[in-house]
């Protein structure tokens, strides 16, 4: 039996695209990323401070903070705050130089291209994390 084929409406098909990252543009990507590594690194700087409070609790409690910051989970964590710093720095320079005005016929190129970096240097810093 012929499977009927399913016709989506305007409204559907503009909820889906705005959904798709492949749908949008490299400088759309760049100020989502850029937004959200940047007030994720906020927020983390927050988290550190208080976590470095555990200072205060004396070297038992330092020792027990070292061997949760140990475990498999936060180490995972250490990896995302690693892929938001290099997202966020290497873009962050992207911007400054477009701000000058160096680059600005190449910026998508420039854009992929220190992604690219960004995967690389993430991918060893992940095997450092976990391994050394
Ligand atoms: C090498 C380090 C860094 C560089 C080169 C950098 C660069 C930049 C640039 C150029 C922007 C403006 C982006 C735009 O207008 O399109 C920006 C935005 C921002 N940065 Fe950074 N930054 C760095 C580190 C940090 C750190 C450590 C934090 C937080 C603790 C941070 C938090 C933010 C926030 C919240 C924004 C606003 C994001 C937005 O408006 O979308 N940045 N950064």
Known sequence: MAVPIQHKSPAARAVQAWFNPLKRSAGFLAFVLMRITG?????????HMVVIGNLLRGPAGWDSLIQTMKSPWVLALDVVLIAGILIHMLNGLR???????????????????LMAVAVLLLAYSAWLVFTK
């Open 39 to 47: 007030i994720g690194l906020v927020v983390y700087l927050l988290i």
């Open 95 to 113: 911007v400054t130089i477009i701000g000058l005005g160096f680059g600005t016929q190449s910026h998508k190129g420039i854009f992929w291209t």
